[in-house]
């Protein structure tokens, strides 16, 4: 079949295949007892038939990400016509640390009014190349209740803490960026000029790592944002260019106070997006000073992979966690069994 053939019956074959998909939303309808259910069944394929007219205009075409039982992936990119020009990143030959920041956050237990948790961070240091040195602080204790946060300065109205409780995953990443924050501003005020990194997007709504970088004067450092997954990495006209060229190269994406570029740092690594906040220089010159500062494989940075490993709890570790604080406040240990596992079973042909 021909391609323009093949692009031409795209649109078609999706409506068709959306439409049967709406048929299907129907219930039974010789059942009694679902019978009141008809009319909200009758809404929801009504919302696959909008859906089914919207994808004509907002999916056919596209280049699509399928994710993978809900895992982000990372798209490979052919050969493409890129009409865009990639900025090169010239190595800054002087020495300068670049002090990259990870941290991880795990629940250690419940009780009737609040959760416990233990969170770890870590500091990995290169320069001129090589990994010099790194730090762990923690473990960090922090118990989470309605009367607030207690084991970490905080500064969360109670509508926050609420929120924090009734979701583990919010509060574990909420207890990371306030422990990291923490390590930040302290590197940042240290007065060596170097270069902070952290793992994630500066503009992260969960993260707001910036705020505290812009405007303020005592800082004489640079802090940069490196994304291991991002949207941009949609963006084929700038990929399909870094991807072909041929040594560490960059595009510009957002000039504005927090500057937002994608980079590649060697000529066959991945492409990274990255957010830099609080730099007096131009982002090629932060860029080059990353780029002969640190060590990167596979495109991604030495100390960064340093400390994210360093911050990490191993089961051994979480488990003398969990005899520790059992021992120090006296906790009295309830027997425990899986709830989902008996209520609903296991389905064996499930995702």
């Known amino acids: 079949m021909q391609p323009s053939v093949r692009n031409a019956l795209i649109p078609i074959l999706l409506k068709r295949m959306l439409r049967n998909m709406a048929t299907a939303t129907s219930l039974v309808p010789d059942s009694q007892h679902l019978g009141v259910l008809d009319s909200l069944a009758l809404e929801f394929r009504d919302g696959l038939e909008q859906l089914t007219d919207d994808a004509e205009r907002e999916l056919c075409g596209r280049s699509f990400i399928f994710s993978r039982y809900g895992k982000e992936l990372y798209p490979y990119f052919e050969d493409a016509g890129a009409t865009m020009v990639p900025g090169c990143i010239i190595p800054i030959k002087e020495g300068r640390p670049v002090a990259s920041v990870d941290s991880t956050c795990v629940l250690i237990g419940e009780t009737s009014d609040g959760a416990l948790y233990a969170a770890r961070t870590a500091v ?13 602080l923690g473990p960090i204790l922090v118990y989470i ?6 084991g970490l300065r905080s500064e969360l109205s109670s509508p926050e803490v609420s929120l924090l409780l009734s979701d583990h995953a919010i509060a574990e990443r909420v207890i990371r960026n306030m422990v990291e924050r923490r390590v930040i501003e302290t590197l940042l005020s240290s007065g060596d000029g170097g270069i902070v990194m952290a793992d994630g ?8 790592f910036s705020g505290s970088v812009i405007g303020a004067g005592s800082v004489s450092g640079c802090l940069v944002g490196f994304s291991k997954w991002s949207n941009m990495i949609f963006s084929e006209d700038a990929m399909s260019s870094l991807t072909k060229a041929r040594g560490p190269a960059y595009h510009l994406m957002d000039g504005g106070v927090v500057k937002t570029v994608l980079a590649k740092f060697s000529t066959d690594g991945l492409i990274f997006r990255l957010d830099l906040a609080g730099a007096r220089e131009p982002v090629e010159d932060v860029l080059g000073s990353v780029l002969w500062n640190d060590a990167f494989a596979s495109g991604y940075p030495e100390s960064l ?5 360093l911050s990490v ?3 051994a570790e979480d488990q003398g966690l969990k ?5 120090r406040f006296r906790l009295r240990r309830m027997p425990t069994f899986s709830l989902r596992t008996i209520a609903l079973g296991s389905f064996k042909g499930g995702a």
Do not use: C, D, M, Y
């Open 124 to 136: 990995g240091v290169s320069e001129e190349g090589s990994l010099r040195n790194f730090s762990r």
């Open 323 to 327: 005899a520790l604080v059992t021992k």
């Open 305 to 309: 992979k340093a400390a994210h490993h």
């Open 145 to 150: 209740s309605g009367r607030g946060i207690s």
């Open 201 to 208: 997007s500066l503009k992260h709504p969960f993260g707001q």
């Open 313 to 315: 709890f191993s089961k």
